[in-house]
């Protein structure tokens, strides 16, 4: 697929069939993500992959455990991916002699690139999804749940899930009937969010 229909292709699904996906396919998708940049190439991020049905389940239970979607064409995605970014890795990277900042000082940084790398690292991973003729979704994990999942799938203390990436075979027509507020807001044209020379 070209690279510009990949863009425009993009969307995100809600709906899902339960056809499974290739492990050759997931594996593709997981080494385009691999390819997301980093700041001195930190690569602080990392990906729980979650493949069969079971911790598919478990986190569907865990995340949403008043079972609020439990009904949802969603829970069809035959993988979900959860990015988890780390920022002690990018300390320790700029502390190293040719960066120079010993006293790893988190406020030296201008925003968390530990989340805005594992965010391009998640925009590849969709981007790779429409490659492959699927569907995918990125949607955050509620506060409250994210210890519970940390817990249920061992995720290290350091490294936080940004939210997570349901990825299947999109069923068009329950995807079209599922609630969003987006489908009564248009695109932002690109004349009113690009500010050429100055903001205005």
């Given at each position: ?20 996906i290739?492990?050759?396919v997931?594996d593709?998708l997981?080494?385009?993500?691999n ?6 190439f ?16 478990a ?12 009904n ?13 970014s780390n ?7 700029y ?7 010993e ?19 998640t ?13 995918a979704?990125?949607f ?18 350091d ?7 349901a ?10 009937r599922?609630k ?19 903001w205005?």
């Amino acid at each position: 697929m070209e690279f510009q229909d990949v863009i425009r292709k993009r969307r995100m699904v809600r709906a899902f069939t339960d056809e499974p996906i290739a492990p050759e396919v997931v594996d593709r998708l997981l080494r385009a993500a691999n390819r997301a940049p980093s700041a001195g190439f930190s690569q602080g991020y990392a990906m729980l992959v979650l493949e069969t049905a079971e911790d598919r389940d478990a986190f569907w239970s865990t995340s949403d455990p008043e079972g609020r979607y439990r009904n949802s064409p969603l829970h069809n995605a035959q993988l979900v991916v959860i990015p988890c970014s780390n920022k002690e890795i990018y300390l320790d990277r700029y502390a190293r002699p040719d960066k120079g900042w010993e006293d790893r000082d988190e406020g030296r940084w201008p925003v968390p690139f530990w989340h805005i790398d594992t965010g391009m690292l998640t925009m590849l991973l969709l981007l790779a999804a429409v490659d492959e003729g699927l569907g995918a979704l990125y949607f955050g994990i509620m506060p409250p749940s994210v210890p519970a999942v940390k817990e249920r799938f061992g995720i290290p203390a350091d490294f936080m899930p940004i939210g997570a990436v349901a990825i299947g075979h999109p069923d068009p027509e329950r995807n079209a009937r599922q609630k969003s507020s987006a489908k009564s807001i248009t695109r932002r044209p690109v004349e009113e969010i690009a500010h050429r020379g100055r903001w205005s």
